[in-house]
């Protein structure tokens, strides 16, 4: 729904600037069938405008932008840093005091679709009362084949293919031909479509009063081509006094063409009267109007070709074991079970439909302790060593599978390269036996904290402040000796610590991780700084995601989010 309000919005500005360019060259055009024909395109072509998308190339953008920027923004999401299968970056939520207040987005899209409900309902409204007179009313035929009489009506109309009068009319034969010949070339010109398109639109475009003006000018225009009609069979002076006669004050409905309303007689006369227009006029305002609408509409569609993020980068993301995190390793061998396991997963999930399971290997024998301590809220269903027949079943599933997967660069995450398993793990039992020795199947209790709902505390608010494993002096140490500098980074000028911020969830989750450092100077002289941050910023993802889990902070014997702030000592980086 709220892709409809936004292309609601894009027509409706198209529509005003385009109606806009018309109503300056044709407002005192006499050739009504050309403008009808321009009105209906007008509508048709701000409905359809927003949906065309043009392809430009676009340079790229500096990395520094692409990626630094992920890191001084206001937040960068939740990141869940957890080497198991549902290791995903989350998109970013508001703290609880945010999320408290008004949502006015919600609020406009709400009264946007009132405003289409009440104008949909007011539509079927008039057609129901079109129905009701036309089954209600009593049929004419001295008068016509297709002429309704009801006492409800007080002046002539036509709607569709029948025309209504009023029952207890007093037409003359003169004045009837004339009402006749007037409502019969709305009828033939299908006018009654027109207003019915025009109409919807409305319910679409409730909001913008251009639509109401659009559709005042499109009935002008029916009228006066069925004035012209009339006067081609009968005299100026004839048809004015008829008009004179039958005109009446009062209410018109919307869907329907009354011959003749008190409101309209005047403008009616004027266009009668008006001077045709003369061809060249008509052809230079057709040619600047087509030239401004295109230009307006080509504008309006052009769309950047811009290289999309790649929605699989958490799963396929792998850290080389040699050159980054001390040693750290992410892989994504960690998503194939054995049939074994496979059986055991599909039993545990039959027997728990209500609850997520999710699964995680594991090379120490220590992680239950550690789930205890440092990742409160996990059940563990399922817990077993894997034999050795196992692990060669994981080694074929992992030869066997020829779907490449992407591995980033770890200065720039826009380029990467598709490799296989093969490629990306040429010692894989070595891996394997390594790193994925026990297994264990868990559910979530339902215990873990979560900054959606619950309310972040800063770091004085709270009884205790969270707790990292060895301490967060002895994470941001080795973080520091671990990382190296680039040979294009002059240390001199780091500054004392790269600063970051982030609310810890418990465990090895973490969210809204900031960077807090910011550099004096041009874009070109700090883009290989913000790269260096970035660099800093993987490993602090990875020393949490791999040894470095969190305890959560408390307050009032409960626990609860905390936001953090770690300094990561420059003087140690190499």
Excluded at 292 to 304: E, V
Excluded at 353 to 358: A, L, N, W, Y
Excluded at 360 to 378: I, L, Q, T, V
Excluded at 512 to 539: A, C, I, R, T
Aim: with cysteine.
């Amino acid at each position: 729904m709220e892709a409809l309000l936004i292309w609601s919005l894009k027509s409706s500005a198209i529509l005003a600037i385009v109606f806009a360019c018309y109503y300056f060259l044709f407002r005192n055009n006499t050739v009504f069938k050309l403008r009808r024909t321009l009105l209906l395109l007008i509508l048709g072509l701000s409905c359809l405008a927003p949906l065309f998308e043009i392809q430009v190339p676009q340079e790229e953008q500096p990395v520094i932008i692409q990626q630094a920027a992920q890191l001084r923004s206001s937040t960068i999401g939740q990141i869940k840093l957890t080497p198991t299968k549902e290791t995903a970056i989350q998109p970013h939520s508001l703290p609880e005091e945010q999320a408290k207040t008004i949502d006015w987005r919600a609020m406009i899209l709400y009264a946007y679709l009132i405003g289409i409900s009440v104008s949909l309902a007011l539509l079927l409204f008039e057609l129901g009362k079109v129905v009701y007179l036309k089954f209600t009313g009593s049929r004419a035929p001295e008068m016509g084949r297709n002429v309704i009489a009801h006492s409800s009506i007080t002046s002539p109309f036509s709607f569709n293919k029948t025309i209504f009068i009023p029952k207890n009319h007093d037409f003359s034969g003169a004045t009837w031909k004339t009402i006749s010949i007037h409502e019969q070339a709305h009828i033939d010109k299908k006018h009654s479509l027109d207003l019915l398109f025009a109409r919807l639109l409305q319910s679409l475009f409730w909001f913008n009063p251009i639509i109401y003006l659009l559709q005042k000018d499109l009935r002008t225009v029916h009228e006066a081509q069925a004035d012209e009609e009339v006067l081609k069979n009968i005299g100026f002076s004839a048809y004015v006094q008829t008009l004179m006669q039958v005109s009446l004050p009062g209410y018109q409905l919307p869907v329907a063409h009354s011959f003749a309303v008190i409101s309209s007689f005047s403008k009616r006369l004027k266009l009668m009267k008006t001077h045709r227009t003369k061809l060249k006029t008509t052809l230079l305002s057709i040619v600047a109007i087509s030239l401004f609408s295109f230009g307006i509409i080509g504008w309006s569609s052009l769309k950047g070709q811009e290289k999309e993020p790649d929605s699989s980068f958490n799963a396929s993301l792998s850290i080389d074991l040699d050159t980054q995190s001390g040693g750290i390793r992410r892989t994504f061998l960690r998503q194939k079970l054995t049939t074994d396991h496979q059986r055991i997963l599909e039993l545990l999930k039959n027997e728990n439909p209500e609850i997520d399971i999710f699964y995680s290997y594991y090379s120490e024998a220590n992680f239950k302790p550690y789930f205890d301590s440092f990742n409160p809220g996990y059940n563990p269903l399922y817990i077993g060593h894997l034999s050795k027949e196992q692990k060669d079943e994981l080694r074929k599933l992992h030869l066997e599978d020829p779907q490449p997967e992407r591995i980033y660069d770890r200065n720039d995450l826009t380029k990467y390269r598709e490799i296989t398993y093969q490629e990306a793990f040429p010692n894989m039992e070595e891996t394997i036996e390594l790193t994925m020795n026990y297994i264990m199947i868990y559910s979530r209790t339902g215990e873990g904290l979560n900054h959606i709902t619950e309310k972040i505390y800063e770091s004085d608010e709270v009884d205790q402040l969270p707790e990292v494993m060895g301490g967060i002096e002895k994470l941001a140490k080795a973080i520091a000796l671990d990382v190296k500098i680039p040979a294009n980074i002059e240390k001199s000028q780091l500054p004392e610590s790269i600063d970051f911020e982030f609310v810890v969830e418990g465990g090895q989750i973490i969210s809204h991780l900031n960077l807090l450092n910011e550099l004096k100077g041009s874009e070109k002289k700090n883009k290989p700084y913000y790269l260096f941050f970035g660099q800093v910023h993987d490993h602090l993802r990875g020393k949490i995601a791999a040894i470095y889990p969190w305890k959560r902070g408390i307050k009032d014997g409960k626990e609860v989010l905390v936001r953090m702030k770690i300094s990561i000592p420059t003087k140690y980086m190499l």
